[in-house]
Structures are given as C-alpha cells and as structure tokens.
C-alpha cells in the first residue's frame, strides 16, 4: 500500500479533487460514491446538487431573505431540501458517527487481500485526522467522545495500514495517549478481536468465542438465537474466526505495530492476564461475577476442545454466515458484521469465490464522504427512516398540498413501494429470522430486515400521501398495508412493548452475560418507547381509513401497547430514549401517539407531566439542548448550547400533547427560525442519535425534517390559539 506524508499537509483540505467525486443513489436506495478520473467522465456524468451539498462544495441555492413566520420558514427550508432528493425519490445522507467502523472495514479488507482505491485510502486518513481529539490526539467510541484505548489503538492501525508511518505528528500523539491509557492490552473485547484478526495480539489474550454455542439445544434461555440481532449476528463470524483462531500475514507492518501498541516488548506480554483487561476509559458495563466465571469454565472447555466437535460448532456458524449473505444479497444487517463475513468467506471460501466478489462489491454500500473525509456508516443508510419523516412533515404542514410540492411527494410514495418487503426472507426459520412480508426496513428492501418502527413510520407515511396529496395513486394497495398491519401486530411482546427487530426472545437476566464491555443492554432485544409510538400511530391512523380489517386485534394491541408506554413513563414526566437523544426525542413520539388515542393536556395527567417536563428544560434563548450524557446516565443532561433538532422534537411533543400555552411553543419557533440560513437551510450541530445506550450516532438530515415539521405545523397551531384568545 501507498505510503502518505502529513507534514505540511492541510488536513482540512480535500487531498483529491473533490469536484470528480460523484454519488450513485440508485432507485432501490443503494448508494455508493465514484472518484471520476477522465475528462469524458466528467463530462458524461456532472455534478448534482446532491453532490456539492454532501461534499460541503457551493450550491447554486438561491437565498431569501429571513422568513416572517413559520410556515415560510417551513416552506423555504423545504425549497431547499428538494434539492437534495435523488431522481428515485429518497434523500441520501450519511449516517456515520461511530469510530469503530472503520477499523473494520480496513483490517477486515488487509487481511483479506482486498485493495481499497487510492483516493479512498486518502480521504480515509484525512477523515481520520480530522476526528482526533483535539486535546490528546486520540480517537472515542464516537466522534464526540472521548479518547478510549478502543478508539485510539484501532484507529492508529487505520492509519498505519494506509500508509501513515509511526513517526507523523497525528500518529505520534496518538501513540502517546493509548500509551497513557495502558497501551493495547487494555482494549475491550472488540478490540481486541481485531487486533488478533490484524496478527498484532494473541488469540490466548482474549475470552473464549467458542463456535460449539451453535450447538448447543435451542430451547435454552442462553443459545444464541435468542440474543439481540445485532449482538447475534456479530458472534456468529467472531466465533467462526476464533475457532480456527485466523490471523493475518505477519507483515513488516504487523510486526512494527506489535512494538508501537504497547508499553512493553510484545514477546513479554503474558497474553491471558489480558483476557479480562480493559481500560477503565473503556468501561460501561464492566464484567458480572457470572460471566467472568462463566469465561473460565469456556476457557477451559477451549483448552481441550474435541476436535470433531470445533469442527461441527465451525461448519454451522459457516452456514449462519452464508444464509446472512444470501438474505441480504451481501450487505449483512450492518458494517460490523459485514467485514466479519467478508473475512470467514474469504478464509473459508478463497479470494477467487463468488463471495469473496460480492463483499468486495458491497464494502462500497457502507462508505460516505463529507467534507472531513470519508467515513463509514452504521448501515447502508437511513433511507426510509430520513424518508419517512420527510412525508409526514410535508403532509403534517399543508406544504404537501401545494402544487410545486408534489412532484417530489409522488416520488418518494414510489420509493415507499419499491422499499416495502413483498416476501419472507430466503432463509426465515433455519437462519433465526423474523418474517418480513409487508415490512419497511430503515434503510433498503435489499438489506431485508424488518424494524418495527420503521415498518410504522413506512405505513404511516404511505398512508399520508395517498390520502392528502392531490393526485396520488394508491401505489401501495389495501393488501399490502395489510401485510405491513400483520407484521406489526405479530411483533408485539407480553408486556404490551415492541422491540426493534424481533420478538423478545430471552430474559433480561441473560444482560448479566454482556461481553462487549462499551455498550449497554446488547445481548437481548428490548421493548422501546420510541418503537411502540410508532407502531401505535401507524394502527390508529390504518384503522381509520380501513375499518374492517382485524379491528379487534388493533385495538387490543393499542390498549396493551399504552398501557406499557404508562410504565415506561419517567417519573418526572418524560420518556427515555434510546435510538435518539435522549428525553425529547422519545417524549416528542409519545405525545403523539398519546394524542391518537384521545389523551391530551387536558384530559391527560400523563401528558400533563411531559410537558411540564419538556417546558422545565426549555433554555434561556427559547431553545432544548440535550446531550448524549442523559443515555448514559438516565437523567436529563443539558447540552451547552440549544439545538434545532432537539427544539422541533421538545415544540412538536407540547403541539401533540395539545399545550394550552404558546410562550414555549414560540420561542422555540423563533429560535429555529433565528438559525435558518438564507439558503433554507439550517447548520450541522451536535450528534443527534444514540444506540446501546453509549455511541453516538448522525442523522444529519433530521435538520431539516424535524424543523420543516415543527415550524409548519407551530404556524397553524398559533393561530389556533390566536383564534382562542390565548396569549403569550
């Protein structure tokens, strides 16, 4: 691999010629980026306005003056946003964040063999260099955290792997904070499988992964199977690779890493005293007596384990693999996973297998590039997710129905029809999958995983754009809703909840057992807030346009699924959220589902108490800021500054929960109007999602539904009040 010297290198400029680069958004979602190397490329295929927007190059937006209200103000950010559609009718975005991705994507493709281009290596390491931490030079589990030893001893290998040498001012400092850390013995077990994978640790430093769990019967409460998706997924590969214990070639490279990751000399490491090890920078949720213990009698089985029996637990993790494969046509459920498939094909299959091909092909799925880089995402994308909110806002506000509008509406209901799943997946039962039939997944039909609230919000925006945008053909037809209708009643858990991606199918005890030592809650799914909302909008809203289909079960699962929001709720009022940050956002989703089913502020002590909570964190400038803290710590953390986001999900949930005061409702209007640019749009600010409680995660697009949504729908909610006599 190329070699690349930083000194004297502006790491803040492009280091290709960014106006070659162009995004392929196809019409089923899929998106991909191409570096244009020909003048008759350029020429066959120009820049869009997608393009210099995400690549942070100037647009040809016109720009206005401020607007007067919210509904101009709603209806310029909208002129701005149809800029950004792609011709299928979706809005591409980034949905990147998390720094532990990347290290994936590059040891999992040296390893393997694989080349990654020359200008994608470049902007790689600049992406990198940009996300240091400007105080130490490491790097956190997320772009906003933190230097971690995971962080920082993953990201240094990035960068020595594309050919930044050891003595380079960025990877100097890092070196110097993972040494102050403790140096790499101390990563978590993430880590320290791939730094195992990279041939720059040992197998015996890490706890057992054994392959044989595969086998074991499926009925008890610990197989596999009924560990939470993502955590499911990722253990398959890991064990796979622990059990025929691969390592890379030891290269020149691997062997200067061994000597630059710690702070001794790598043949004196007593490798199991490491097993356990893991910085305390690290930490959030630390090891249980139970699974230390349990480690020890797996490590021990692992000593001696039969041949024949490795060999069986390896042949159906292999065969777990490839059904993942195959259902998702090589995108695996997400980017971590995914390069752990790539590297068990590539073992098990060689680099001349179709496989091999397909990942090579479908690596590209995940990767995006902005103006610092480029990174790599935590799915393929947020396609119908950013859609979805897209739709509702627009029908939610009256701009749907203005004629200028409704080309770009027409377009997205066809991208809603192709994105719905029509069937099962390939391999359902033999791979541990729920149904999918009728479901939206939150990125592309490809990817073919159904999420509860995404198949809602699907539903739900279908629905809106068939019913109040003039014209609209009935694309998705009666059946089909009643498809995605089944799906999300057959997903609902004992206790009234909805979980993310399937039933819960083991007891929250089995938590105790969590081995990736920096996330929360992994190892079983979860009933959420948000998910329900979701699901309970989309059956109150289905109902009232088809009456007649399993009436009876709706409303028996809206009753249950509220009588579990009524548990869920905080007791000073709010609801914790786990997929956004963090109280307003959750609160904002169950206000309004609260309101679909008749309870409002003034009939509602429920919904009383929201939004008495919401208008407590109100801030000075009119604003909510919120920090991605209040997830760690289950208590509301107030950002150091407001942000737009957070203030349309706090002014949207009072306007659900029909607040009788506009005071609050207007400041944070003209908060959000007061950081529109004279463009229609609004700057990035801090982090908007979270997941497992700790990583934080983009979703840059919210910026512009999120307001376009509060400030159209505050304009008629205002004169509502004004209609009523009521003051600020």
Not at 18 to 26: D, E, F, G, P, T
Not at 185 to 191: I, Q
Request: a negative charge; aromatic letters at 12%; charged letters at 20%.
């Amino acid at each position: 691999m190329s070699t690349t010297k930083l000194v004297g290198k502006d790491v803040s400029q492009p280091f290709t010629d960014y106006s070659r680069w162009r995004l392929r958004a196809a019409d089923d979602g899929r998106h991909t980026w191409h570096y244009l190397k020909t003048d008759k490329e350029l020429e066959q295929w120009p820049l869009t306005e997608v393009d210099k927007y995400w690549l942070g190059l100037r647009m040809d937006a016109p720009t206005s003056p401020p607007a007067t209200n919210g509904l101009e103000a709603a209806r310029k950010g909208f002129s701005f946003l149809k800029r950004l559609q792609a011709p299928g009718g979706h809005w591409p975005g980034e949905y990147g964040g998390p720094m532990f991705l990347l290290p994936g994507f590059v040891i999992g493709s040296y390893v393997s063999g694989m080349p990654i281009p020359e200008e994608e290596r470049l902007e790689i390491i600049r992406y990198i260099c940009n996300l240091a931490h400007p105080e130490d030079g490491g790097w956190g589990l997320h772009i906003e955290s933190p230097s971690t030893a995971f962080g920082t001893a993953c990201n240094y290998c990035v960068l020595r792997i594309l050919g930044v040498g050891p003595d380079e001012p960025v990877t100097q400092r890092a070196r110097a904070t993972l040494h102050k850390l403790g140096g790499a013995t101390g990563v978590p077990s993430w880590g320290k499988f791939w730094l195992s994978i990279l041939n720059v640790y040992e197998w015996d430093g890490t706890n057992a992964i054994p392959p044989e769990l595969w086998l074991l019967p499926e009925w008890l409460p610990i197989h596999p199977h009924r560990w939470w998706i993502h955590t499911r997924n990722i253990y398959i590969p890991m064990s796979y690779l622990y059990g025929c214990q691969f390592q890379g070639e030891e290269t020149k490279l691997v062997l200067q890493l061994r000597e630059e990751l710690y702070t001794q000399k790598y043949n004196t490491i007593d490798w199991p005293a490491q097993r356990n090890n893991v910085c305390s920078v690290d930490v959030y949720s630390p090891h249980t007596m139970i699974l230390d213990a349990l480690f020890s009698v797996i490590g021990m089985y692992s000593s001696c384990a039969p041949g024949p029996i490795r060999k069986a637990g390896m042949q159906r993790a292999y065969e777990l693999v490839c059904m993942e494969d195959e259902n998702t046509a090589y995108q695996d459920l997400a980017p971590v996973s995914k390069m752990m498939n790539l590297v068990v094909r590539f073992v098990a299959d060689g680099p001349g297998s179709e496989a091999y091909k397909r990942h090579m092909e479908t690596r590209a799925d995940f990767m995006w590039l902005g103006p610092e880089g480029m990174r790599m995402c935590g799915t393929n994308g947020s396609q119908l997710w950013d859609l979805a909110f897209i739709g509702q806002a627009l029908v939610e506000t009256g701009l749907g129905e203005e004629p200028e509008n409704r080309d770009s509406l027409l377009r997205a209901l066809q991208w809603l029809d192709r994105g719905q799943m029509r069937a099962d997946p390939v391999h359902c039962a033999t791979a541990y999958r729920q149904p999918t039939k009728g479901a939206w997944g939150f990125s592309t039909r490809e990817q073919g995983y159904i999420v509860s609230d995404c198949t809602g919000e699907g539903l739900k925006t279908a629905i809106y754009i068939q019913t109040f945008v003039p014209g609209a053909p009935k694309l998705i037809d009666e059946r089909r809703m009643c498809d995605a209708v089944d799906r999300m009643l057959q997903m609902q858990n004992p206790n009234g909840g909805f979980a993310s991606y399937e039933l819960v199918r083991a007891p929250h005890l089995l938590e105790l057992i969590n081995p990736a030592e920096v996330f929360g809650n992994i190892m079983t799914d979860y009933c959420y807030a948000e998910c329900t909302t979701s699901v309970i909008t989309a059956l109150a809203l289905f109902r009232k346009h088809v009456s007649n289909y399993r009436a009876h079960d709706i409303e028996r699962t809206i009753q249950k699924a509220k009588e579990y929001l009524y548990d869920v709720q905080c007791p000073e009022g709010g609801f914790y959220g786990s997929w956004g940050i963090c109280f307003t956002y959750a609160t904002m989703f169950a206000l309004e589902s609260l309101t679909l089913v008749g309870e409002t502020y003034d009939n509602s002590e429920r919904v009383r108490r929201a939004c008495t909570f919401l208008v407590k964190h109100q801030m000075a400038d009119g604003g909510w800021g919120e920090s991605y803290k209040s997830c760690e710590e289950h208590q509301y953390v107030n950002h150091e500054k407001s942000q737009v986001v957070q203030t349309s999900w706090a002014v949207l949930a009072l306007m659900y929960g029909k607040y009788p005061e506009r005071g609050p409702i207007e400041r944070g209007v003209k908060l959000v109007m007061s950081r529109q640019l004279p463009n229609g749009s609004w700057a990035q600010e801090a982090i908007e999602g979270i997941f497992n409680k700790t990583c934080a995660i983009s979703y840059p697009l919210f910026k512009f539904s999120f307001t376009i949504w509060m400030l159209g729908k505050a304009h008629k909610y205002l004169q509502a009040l004004d209609v009523k006599g009521v003051k600020a």
